[in-house]
């Protein structure tokens, strides 16, 4: 039986909680508590399909106040519903949707490319996170000194790298939200004074355009959180590059598949997706009562759906915690099972609009990273993959000699 609160077990092992402890029970759902709310835990594809009925859960006051409070921000898109979410969400898909970001795509690995002729040892994640800062924040119309990419860096990586910290860390998460939220009000109150004039249609002025269902400007806070939740989840591709680079770098059978059939680097990239600890889990509260398998739900209700278990659900997924690119050759692209980002539709339900910028900055720096790489003379290091950490990143962060 799952213990009566869970909020130390999930954080001891973030990642495979929920689905070991559905095992254990041999159900797709127990109850418990977290932070000693009461909880209702959920797997597999057809918990998916359930936890993304709209008319069922909501996202309003979900989140753990740390989350928005770091990660999220306050009254941004994660915690809408309904028309106004649909409303809002237009503004990333304008931005982020299929096609929309080539430029961007181009530009981040233009600088990795760069990066790695440069001599000597590269903490990789460290790089990709400075690379995709400048890259974002020259494609958006976020101005940039010579000497504020390292600090812009490290600002919007601690709201994710950190956010879900329990110690220290979680004090430099706050820290750096605040630090963010007060810069990028402060972009988008130039851009609305006119003292800063951002290309027409880049992030920054589509943000500081945008108008809500009312037809108001988004207050400037607000605005600001909008514009971070297209920086810091660009920013964010880091940690799947990193995770890429972990799966060639362990992997030199994939490797070799990968020179001799370049068709398989779409399996590669998804696998790498389904597979490596980007985030774990999400939460939404019950609109209304309702019934799952044989648990009450009572309106109101918080529910935890996995995210890592259900990507390797076995009713879904032959042989799920192998590494097998070629799975994807068949894949239907059934938008309840390969959920990294969060699953159904994106226009109406809360997938992540920048899926489409990840894949396919994943696909183009994977190519980069194969074919300037010497995989076989890595410095020595732990590779190791920290589950309890939030993403779980290699250990020392991935290093490479150049």
Sequence with gaps: MPPFDSTLPLRA???????????????????????????LCLTGVEAARFFYDRDIFTRAGAAPRFLRRTLFG??????????????????????????????????????????????????????FERILTRAVCDWAGVPLGPHEKGETARMLSRLFEHAGSVDLRQVVARIARHRADRWAAKLVEAVRDGTHSPPRGNALAVVASW????GALLPPKVAAV????????????????????HALATRPEERAALRSDPDRLFGFVQEVRRTYPF??????????????????????????????GTNRDPAAWDDPDA??????????????TLIPQGGGAHATNHRCPGE?????????ATRTLLDRVDWSALPPQDLSLDMRDLPGLPRDRLRLST
Aim: aromatic share 10%; net charge neutral; with cysteine.
């Design 13 to 39: 092992d973030p990642y495979r909680f929920i689905r070991r402890t559905c095992d254990a029970v041999g159900s797709d759902a127990f109850e418990t508590r977290l932070m000693l709310e009461r909880t």
């Design 74 to 127: 306050e009254g941004g898109v994660q915690g809408l519903d309904g028309a106004v979410h649909e409303h809002r969400k237009g503004l990333f898909l304008a931005l982020m949707g299929p096609g929309r970001t080539d430029a961007l795509t181009e530009r981040a690995v233009a600088g990795i490319a760069r990066r790695l002729e440069e001599p000597g040892e590269i903490v990789l994640q460290d790089a």
């Design 211 to 214: 108008r809500d269902t009312t």
């Design 226 to 245: 909008e514009l971070l939740n297209i920086l810091r989840p660009f920013v964010a591709i880091s940690a799947y590059l990193t995770f890429a680079a």
């Design 279 to 308: 985030f774990p889990a999400l939460v939404a509260r019950a609109r209304v009562r309702t019934v799952w398998r044989e648990h009450a739900i009572p309106a109101g209700r918080l529910v935890a759906f996995d995210i890592w």
């Design 323 to 336: 590494f097998r690119p070629v799975r994807f050759r068949d894949w239907q692209g059934d938008p309840f």
């Design 356 to 364: 489409w910028v990840t894949e396919d900055l994943m696909l183009a």
